[in-house]
């Protein structure tokens, strides 16, 4: 079953812009995580979040989490061409790990 | 270091035919591993889940079957594949840690599988 869903499904900036992901989910979670996938390729962590947190920040990521609202949003500021990839929100409950759809972002020279 | 290994990178099998796939992990002991399947342009199933030797756990109903022959290793099966089998299959693996508390996941570099 799916559990996180990703908003917008796609996103096109410019290089440097910033990039803001949003993802919701159903039921109760252990913890959120965001990762990152080059076409082709295995999915790579980003940055995890615990659900009694409500923001952490990585490097040029910034996740925040409402519990509330069962949302999570992931921001990339000054976007890089290195950046273009598939972005997923995934979330753990009981033993499970269950993506969403996922964020293709296609950063603009 | 931990490290997985993910093979073949690529498969191409015929309708009927049977598979295997398999996943180890190097450097870790006892790990929980899953089997995820991405169809194009898509987000990842949750197919299978094993958190011992002999544990698996199944998400999705359907003709792929898997197991944990050993501790480190990780196969999905088919014994006879359909059209809708084909996708990129990743296996990935997480440290066993105490209830409630989750690590995150590293991926193989996945198994590109197409049936035709």
């Known amino acids: 079953s799916q559990q996180g869903e990703e908003d917008p499904q796609a996103l096109s900036i410019q290089e440097g812009e910033n990039a803001t992901m949003n993802c919701s989910y159903k039921t109760s979670i252990n913890n959120l995580q965001w990762y990152r996938q080059n076409s082709g390729r295995g999915l790579v962590h980003l940055i995890l979040i615990r659900s009694n947190e409500r923001e952490k920040h990585s490097g040029r990521l910034r996740v925040t989490l409402d519990t509330s609202k069962k949302s999570s949003s992931l921001l990339i500021t000054a976007s890089r061409a290195a950046d273009t990839a598939s972005y997923f929100c995934a979330t753990a409950r009981d033993d499970k790990i269950i993506f969403g759809k996922g964020t293709r972002l296609h950063i603009l020279p | 270091s931990q490290t997985i290994h993910q093979w073949p990178a690529t498969l191409v099998q015929p309708v009927g035919s049977p598979l295997s796939l398999e996943c180890t992990v190097e450097?870790?002991?006892?790990?929980?591993l899953y089997w995820y399947r991405q169809a194009a342009g898509r987000g990842l199933q949750l197919l299978f889940y094993?958190?011992?030797?002999?544990?698996i756990s199944s998400e999705v109903p359907q003709n792929l079957s898997a197991s944990r022959p050993q501790d480190r290793q990780f196969i999905l099966s088919s014994k006879k594949l359909l059209l809708s089998d084909s996708g990129f299959y990743l296996c990935?693996?997480?440290?066993?840690?105490?209830?409630?508390?989750?690590?995150?996941?590293?991926f193989g570099n996945g198994t590109r599988l197409t049936v035709t």
């Open positions: 094993s958190v011992g030797i002999g544990q």
């Open positions: 450097g870790t002991s006892n790990p929980n």
């Open positions: 990935a693996w997480s440290p066993t840690i105490a209830a409630g508390i989750w690590s995150p996941l590293h």
